[in-house]
């Protein structure tokens, strides 16, 4: 392996913070790197072609640069997900989904392959009615995935400080960089703690400067209060790959995550999802959550 180097960075502290069981299980390691990289936008690039740093901290720099910029853009679309988590009960659901400002509409077409019985399609459309009807209980729940979402950002934010980086390497038209803890790190946070147990590998487009994919695993356990608060196990694993759909826009394609641990009072605590997003289309950018529906049913 390659010499290793610190990554540098600009990027403010986080204050220290405490969660809650319910908190260390959403800030489970695949769940706070698959948010964090789920941002949505464009970025604005000076060149077709940049300048290509000399170093891996060069690079990831302006990589981390590049997707806080896009994440300030609101650009929708409409796709197909494919997801088999704890939310669709380890079934593998088939949706259509289409982003609004106010959150995304979801509407189940197919579970396991097979089409949904008249019943059971009759109720998707009744959900689907009442959040046209309760648009503020629906930007309630958006708002709150967009604080999450809001979290996760500041949470990679970490990256130049609580990682060291690997040699550069190319592989299949990427920029490879691995990861590692920097040891001399001290963690925040309960949160920090798990992200900063992974050690994985970026690959990064290098004409857009942009995150293609990162994977990360937990080598060994996370525990927090000695064990007493959580453990998040060794194996412990998060992968996710994001596209470029067109000049510049980028979409999550990938997310894999695979989260085992303990909370207070030994209750399992787990994390299981992988979705694959495909079919994209765009869509206006103020779409209302009525007409975002309408495309959903038909």
């Known amino acids: 392996m390659g010499k290793m180097v610190g990554m540098a960075g600009s ?37 077709d072609v940049p300048q290509q740093p000399s170093s891996a901290t060069q690079i990831v720099a302006e990589m981390l640069a590049n997707e806080s910029a896009a994440s300030q853009h609101k650009d929708h679309y409409a796709y197909l997900s494919k997801e088999r988590s704890d939310r669709t009960g380890g079934h593998l659901w088939t949706e259509k989904v289409v982003e609004t400002n106010e959150g995304k509409v979801r509407m189940l077409t197919e579970q396991d392959g097979q089409r949904l019985s ?17 648009p503020d209980g629906f930007q309630k729940r958006a708002l709150a995935l967009n604080n999450d979402e809001a979290h996760a950002r500041q949470m990679l934010s970490l990256l130049p400080k609580a990682f060291l980086l690997g040699d550069v390497r190319q592989e ?25 147990g992974m050690s994985g ?31 998040i196990h060794a194996g412990s694993s998060f992968a996710t790959t994001r596209d470029r759909l067109g000049q510049p826009d980028w979409k999550t394609t990938l997310l894999d995550t695979d989260v085992n641990g303990k909370a207070i009072f030994f209750k399992a605590i787990a994390k299981k999802e ?10 206006p950018d103020d779409l209302s959550v009525a007409r975002a529906v309408e495309m959903v049913e038909q």
């Open 11 to 47: 990027e403010r502290n986080l204050k220290q913070a405490g969660l809650g069981v319910t908190g260390i299980c959403r800030a489970g390691a695949g769940s706070v790197l698959c948010l964090m990289l789920a941002w949505p936008g464009t970025a604005v690039y000076a060149a």
């Open 201 to 231: 590998t970026m690959l990064i487009e290098p004409k857009a400067m942009r995150l293609h994919h990162i994977d990360g695993r937990l080598p060994q356990d996370v525990s927090i209060g000695f064990g007493l608060l959580a453990t």
């Open 118 to 134: 008249p019943e059971r399609e009759a109720a998707e459309r009744g959900r689907l009615a009442a959040i046209v009807a309760d």
């Open 172 to 196: 299949g038209g990427y920029l490879r960089i691995d990861f590692r803890p920097n040891p001399d790190y001290e963690a925040q946070s309960m949160e920090e703690r798990v992200l900063h």
């Open 274 to 283: 992988h979705a694959e997003h495909s079919d994209f289309v765009r869509v």
